[in-house]
């Protein structure tokens, strides 16, 4: 049984559906905790399925690296298989990319390279990109610069709202992330041979 912490910064919606899917007995994985750099809507669905919840926020910290101790102390309490970041807006420093490498990956609302930040969907609209999507990669201590594990497209209709476009890739990224963890839970997916 793989176990996962995942991170969010958001309304939580990719965690919602992991935390569905690791509620059927079938399903290869647990989630043991949630955590959140600020109080994020998201960690009312953890609470829903009686996880543990934790926020360390970065502004009481002199540095990034203090700030990313403590929330690497709050995930050693549950010595998880795996990190998940699902719309986590923060740069982790290397410190603790290097600490859990290649068991931390993100969600990017973009097909990678493409669009790497936090305004990918913008971004895309503002190019006039005729496609995106999403991607899976394991986290490195760059900004989007991990390699890619998983990649789903979908075209970009003409006239769509950033905020309309950001919603239909997040039902893309909530099957994705699923069908991600599913594979890198049943060893389908071996993280360490997609980072060498």
């Not at 999403?134 to 075209?155: E, L, R, Y």
Request: charged residues 20%.
């Amino acid at each position: 049984m793989l176990s996962i912490v995942v991170l969010i910064s958001g309304t939580g919606s990719n965690l919602k559906a992991l935390l569905e899917a690791c509620d059927n007995p079938l399903y290869p994985a647990k989630v043991l905790a949630v955590g959140a750099d600020r109080a994020a809507e998201g960690l009312e669905h953890a609470e829903l399925f009686d996880k543990t919840t934790f926020v360390v926020q970065p502004g009481g910290f002199a540095s990034k690296d203090e700030w990313a101790e403590v929330l690497a102390s709050n995930i050693e309490i549950h010595q998880p298989d795996l990190i998940v970041l699902a719309g986590f807006m923060r740069v982790l420093p290397k410190s603790f990319v290097d600490r859990y490498y290649p068991r931390i990956i993100n969600l990017h609302p973009s097909l990678l390279p493409k669009f790497p930040g936090a305004h990918a969907v913008r971004d895309a609209l503002a190019a006039g990109a005729g496609e995106t999507g999403s991607t899976i990669h394991i986290v490195d201590a760059g900004v989007d610069t991990g390699p890619v594990i998983s990649q789903q497209s979908m075209a970009i209709p003409a006239g769509i709202s950033e905020h309309e476009l950001h919603e239909r890739i997040k039902e893309i990224e909530k099957q994705q992330l699923v069908k991600t963890i599913e594979a890198i839970a049943s060893d389908e997916l071996k993280l360490e041979e997609v980072s060498s």
